[in-house]
T-cell receptor, first 111, second 116 residues
Framework: GEDVEQSLFLSVREGDSSVINCTYT??????LYWYKQEPGAGLQLLTY?????DMKQDQRLTVLLNKKDKHLSLRIADTQTGDSAIYFC???????????FGKGTTLSVSS | DTAVSQTPKYLVTQMGNDKSIKCEQN?????MYWYKQDSKKFLKIMFS???????INETVPNRFSPKSPDKAHLNLHINSLELGDSAVYFC???????????????FGPGTRLTVL
């Protein structure tokens, strides 16, 4: 079945870069997504990447996609305490009607 | 302006009761979803409606019944609540007409359900 895997925890110091990794099984996704969930809130779309691209940059965020290895990563440059949250990787189901979410990576940023 | 809203935000109830959670979106989207997030923060889709028609119904006990009176609303009714139903339930919506078929979902703030 379709599956998305992420490591569960990442701890960094303020000012460092954070890299959150994700692997997925369904290669038919047109887009892959990164969502952020702050404590007590719903998920917010952070960024997405079209499957024909291998990189997308958006201010402090860089998304890298390796389609051959089915590996997606999110790099946050100059990580701030406000970046502390859970980050979910998601790809699309085969029918394109739903998102399959990873288990989420809790990013903890210390000052 | 709240894009996707849910009520109530918190719901505490006894085992065996029946309860409903309401969701409304004012984004003009044609598809709405219910997700369950457990205590480990794992997020799983439960249902999806497109233009009031059910298109996804994951393996969810039939005590859970979604109802979509119109495109902007998707409510979730739960009968005979059990301890294991305790979780945060998120509603989301998306526009399936986005260029390139991007499934960009907007989430509500969640309803924390506690069954005692």
């Amino acid at each position: 079945g379709e599956d998305v895997e992420q490591s569960l925890f990442l701890s960094v110091r303020e000012g460092d870069s954070s890299v959150i990794n994700c692997t997925y099984t369904d290669s038919s996704s047109t887009y892959l997504y990164w969502y952020k969930q702050e404590p007590g809130a719903g998920l917010q779309l952070l960024t997405y990447i079209f499957s024909n691209m291998d990189m997308k940059q958006d201010q402090r965020l860089t998304v890298l996609l390796n389609k051959k290895d089915k590996h997606l990563s999110l790099r946050i440059a100059d990580t701030q305490t406000g970046d502390s949250a859970i980050y979910f990787c998601a790809d699309e189901n085969q029918a394109g009607t739903a998102l399959i979410f990873g288990k989420g990576t809790t990013l903890s940023v210390s000052s | 302006d709240t894009a996707v809203s849910q009520t109530p935000k918190y719901l505490v109830t006894q085992m065996g009761n029946d309860k409903s959670i309401k969701c409304e979106q004012n984004l003009g989207h044609d598809t709405m979803y219910w997700y369950k997030q457990d205590s480990k923060k794992f997020l799983k889709i439960m249902f999806s409606y497109n233009n009031k028609e059910l298109i996804i119904n994951e393996t969810v006990p039939n005590r859970f019944s979604p109802k979509s009176p119109d495109k902007a609303h998707l409510n979730l009714h739960i009968n005979s609540l059990e301890l294991g139903d305790s979780a945060v339930y998120f509603c989301a919506s998306s526009d399936t007409g986005l260029a390139g078929g991007r499934n960009e979902q907007f989430f509500g703030p969640g309803t924390r359900l506690t069954v005692l």
